[in-house]
């Protein structure tokens, strides 16, 4: 087995099942661990390897990969017991594409560092479609020369690759593109309730607005499923509010006022409060709808 070509996964969730069904179409051998075992027995017809613990997968891979949910999730996979850490040799590289706080990142690549094992934080953008496709949006933060021996195995998952310089900075600009994708969010569940209210068809509506100014992403891909009555998960809207914790918490760092995604968040807790939490992020229509008294779910 090449080691070139030998990557470990770390987490199989709704984003890192698919991804490491592409990294192996595109060739690699992949070794890979889930805290649910039966998430990784599932991959097993594609080929993937299953590891017995996280040190496992960093003792047969020059490069681990490591998807999981928030900040403490990632330090127990990769410095709590059997963690990736302790297998990982001088050499090595960790990419974490989670999305967790950019101060916890630096001072666990400093760590890592002084034993001489890289590290780039790689977080994604492009929801559960995206990763399916290959077509992630991945920024990275780290040295320049392990970002350059990884970007195959980037470009095996996502389509936008871009370093954004030094460690923390891929966390960054992951935080940024959430403050736009939670105010625009907002913004298309309040346009749909409004057009509810006053009985346009919404889907039409949808149509005529998306191609001039107001078009999104969001619009086009999450304010149909709203009108439509499908809230499954691309992503959650408890993960978005974690999002937004992160968010918060970086911002007051830097005494940055946040007064749109302040007002957001809200509507993201009040969606998970009304048990909407493991539904997709689209799920805060029914928060809009409810306040207002109108339907715009089918």
Known sequence: MSTEKTVGFIGLGIMGAPMVRNLAKAGFQVVAWNR??????????????????????????????????????????????????????????LIDMSTVAPGATRELAERLGKRGISMLDAPVSGGSTGAQQATLAIMVGGKEEAFQRCLPIFQAMGKTITHMGPSGMGQTTKLVNQILVVGTLSTVAEALTFAAAHGADLLRTIEAVAGGAAGSWQLQNLGSRMVEGD?????????????????????????????????????????????????????????????AGVQVSR
Not at 44 to 51: S, Y
Not at 234 to 252: C, N, P, S, Y
């Open 231 to 291: 809230f499954a998960p691309g992503f959650m809207v408890r993960l978005q509010r974690k999002d937004l914790r992160l968010i918060t918490e970086a911002a007051h760092e830097k005494n940055v006022p946040l007064p749109i995604s302040s007002v957001a968040k809200q509507f993201y807790a009040a969606a998970e409060a009304a048990g909407y939490g493991e539904e997709g992020t689209q799920a805060i229509v029914k928060v809009f709808q409810r306040l």
């Open 36 to 93: 649910t075992r039966s998430k990784a027995e599932a991959l097993q017809g594609d080929g993937i390897t299953l590891a017995d613990s996280p040190k496992s997968v960093g003792e047969a891979c020059p490069v681990v990969i490591t998807m999981v949910s928030d900040t403490p999730d990632l330090v127990a996979v990769t410095e709590g017991p059997d963690g990736v850490s302790e297998g990982l040799s001088a050499g090595s590289i």
